[in-house]
């Protein structure tokens, strides 16, 4: 299913460090273009757990860049979970949002779904990184 310009469908995308959650711009052909925000669902008083997350612009396109995303929108492919492959980065001009992101998607084959459905969240990143490198993800 194909969809451009309405900008009303919701966009999720994970990382393996952050989540963001937005809205698509345009979905065609295997490419997709979203407005997203970092969803900050909560901070320690110390600050958050783990290695600092970059908040540079160039620093978190090239973190993107070198991950594969999962990602899920109602008008992609029915709100089947894609992988996602970042293509550019680019700070938005709506205030509502972070960035505006462009990168390829791919639905995530079946015989994935039961296999990361047992996984913890670093688990999936992982499957879905190892399975990335091989070439063996997607439909």
Avoid: N
Avoid at 27 to 33: Q, V
Avoid at 103 to 113: K, N, S, Y
Avoid at 123 to 135: D, E, F, I, K, W
Wanted: aromatic share 8%.
């Amino acid at each position: 299913m194909s969809k451009q310009g309405s900008g009303g469908d919701t966009f999720w995308l994970w990382d393996g460090e952050l989540e963001y959650e937005g809205r698509l711009i345009s979905a065609e052909d295997g490419r997709l273009t979203a407005r997203i925000r970092t969803l900050r669902r909560w901070t320690l008083a110390a600050g958050a757990p783990g290695r600092p997350i970059p908040l540079d612009l160039l620093e978190r396109q090239r973190r993107l860049a070198q991950r594969a995303c999962f990602g899920q929108s109602p008008a992609v492919l029915l709100g089947a979970l894609v992988e996602f492959h970042h293509g550019t980065l680019q700070p938005s001009s709506d205030r509502e949002f972070d960035y505006v992101v462009s990168g390829t998607f791919a639905p995530v084959a079946d015989e994935h779904l039961d296999a990361l459905s047992q996984l913890s969240s670093d688990g999936a990143h992982q499957y879905l990184q190892a399975r990335r490198a091989s070439g063996t993800f997607g439909p």
